[in-house]
């Protein structure tokens, strides 16, 4: 009988015993980085975006160097105001990304310019990472160019990615942080309005394009 016992209560500590949690896979993230002027209102856009894990504003196209905001501010560096943007594509694909691009976040017919900023440090530019972005965002170039989108020619280019460097740690999240600032009022958030009104599908539940525009 204590046999038996004993050996029930064997039984039991086992079943009870707690289950090690079986860890999720480690989401796939992919990256891609866009310039078009100002990267304060760039960086709210695509941080507003579902499957967007994060947005940097930085320099790209230029050297270590001179990858400073006052550096870049002369023009003379080969840096584009930028943003490096961190998604998953399962949620948010390359190409939608670049549809928000070229739809809200910037004028792609301005050369060397975007708005009131005027040198080619607010270049309209794609830093493609892969065979793949090339051949997305020169997919999209034609076919926005086929269906005649704009009344003025692209100036886009499409350039092989080499590095990205964060800009000044004031400047990241900047529309957010400063949602009344004079520049971010008559700059940005029309484009967040646009945003918002266009493509509300894509939106994330609380979009730094729903909290700074109103519904």
Not at 16 to 32: D, Y
Not at 43 to 54: D, I, P
Not at 97 to 112: R, S
Request: charged share 20%; hydrophobic share 40%; aromatic share 10%.
């Amino acid at each position: 009988m204590i046999t038996r016992f004993a050996a029930l209560l064997a039984a039991l500590s086992v079943l009870a015993a707690p289950v090690a949690a079986v860890a999720a896979p480690p989401v796939h993230t992919e990256k891609a980085v866009l310039a078009g002027g100002c990267f304060w209102g760039m960086e709210a856009v695509f941080e507003s975006l579902r499957g967007v894990t994060s947005v940097v504003s930085g320099f790209s196209g230029g050297n270590a160097m001179t990858a400073h905001y006052e550096i870049v501010s002369t023009g003379m560096t080969g840096h584009a105001e930028s943003v490096e943007i961190t998604y998953d594509p399962a949620q948010i694909s390359y190409a939608q990304l670049l549809d928000v691009y070229f739809a809200v976040a910037h004028d792609p017919t301005e050369l060397n310019r975007q708005g009131p900023d005027d040198g080619p440090q607010y270049r309209s530019s794609i830093f493609y990472t892969s065979d793949e972005q090339r051949r997305v965002a020169e997919q999209t170039i034609k076919k926005l160019t086929d269906e005649k989108t704009f009344r003025a020619p692209i100036v886009t280019k499409v350039v092989k990615f080499t590095a990205f460097y964060p800009a000044e740690s004031y400047h990241q999240h900047f529309a957010e942080r400063n949602p009344d600032n004079g520049y971010i009022v008559f700059n940005d958030k029309p484009k967040l309005e646009a945003l918002r009104k266009r493509y509300p599908q894509l939106l994330k539940a609380n979009a730094v394009a729903l909290r700074l525009t109103k519904s």
